[in-house]
């Protein structure tokens, strides 16, 4: 069956410093990949898409790396800052638009 | 412009009870989804709306599960009876008319069981 697996325990980065969260998929051939954030009592908000054939892509201090050989998905955020702390989930979608996804990772970026 | 807006945005039941969850998805945005959130998870599709037709329910628990689309907007979801296990947050997503475009959530629903 498919699987979708992020770093599973809470991620604690120091401020400053490159966040890098991990997604790695089985069984699955995702023709996008989408990140979202969600915080607490809210719904999740877009961040990136990046396709199969887009090695990188960036928006401002995030970064999101999509290697279909590896099967994983790397979420980066440069210059981290305390704002940044939330869950962020990871979303393959197939070319039939289903999309899945991960449980997500919960980052804290420590002062 | 507008969000996705749902309501309520908590709910508590006793078990074998009935309950609704509303959305109104962001105007004009053909598409809609119902996800379950449990704690600790990411969250679950139970159906896919295009206008008001169903692109997918095949996560959807039929027997006590149910939604509609009416006029291809707003959107209920409903459940009856309630078991404990769906506890849960609901959110509802809507999507612009075109493959690949990012989700829009609601805030959720926040549904307790008792």
């Known amino acids: 069956s498919q699987k979708i697996e992020q770093n599973s325990e809470a991620l604690n980065i120091q401020e400053g410093k490159t966040a890098t969260l991990t997604c790695n998929y089985t069984n699955y051939s995702p023709a996008y990949l989408q990140w979202y954030r969600q915080d607490p009592g809210r719904g999740p908000v877009f961040l990136l898409l990046?396709?199969?054939?887009?090695k990188e892509k960036r928006k401002e201090r995030l970064k999101v790396t999509f290697d279909t050989t590896l099967k994983q998905s790397l979420f980066h955020i440069t210059a981290s800052q305390p704002a940044d702390s939330a869950t962020y989930l990871c979303?393959?979608?197939?070319?039939?638009?289903?999309?899945?996804f991960g449980k997500g990772t919960r980052l804290h970026i420590l002062p | 412009e507008a969000g996705v807006a749902q309501s309520p945005r908590y709910k508590i039941i006793e078990k074998r009870q009935s309950v609704a969850f509303w959305c109104n998805p962001i105007?004009?945005?053909?598409?809609l989804y119902w996800y379950q959130q449990i704690l600790g998870q990411g969250p679950k599709l139970l159906i896919q709306?295009?206008?008001?037709?169903?692109?997918?329910d095949s996560q959807l628990p039929k027997d006590r599960f149910s939604a509609e689309r009416l006029k291809g907007v707003d959107s209920t979801l409903k459940i009856q009876p309630a078991k404990l296990e769906d506890s849960a947050v609901y959110l509802c997503a809507s999507q612009a008319d075109r493959a690949y475009n990012e989700q829009f959530f609601g805030p959720g629903t926040r549904l307790t069981v008792l």
């Open positions: 709306f295009q206008n008001n037709g169903v692109v997918d």
């Open positions: 979303a393959p979608e197939n070319r039939d638009d289903k999309i899945i």
């Open positions: 105007s004009g945005h053909a598409t």
């Open positions: 990046i396709r199969e054939n887009e």
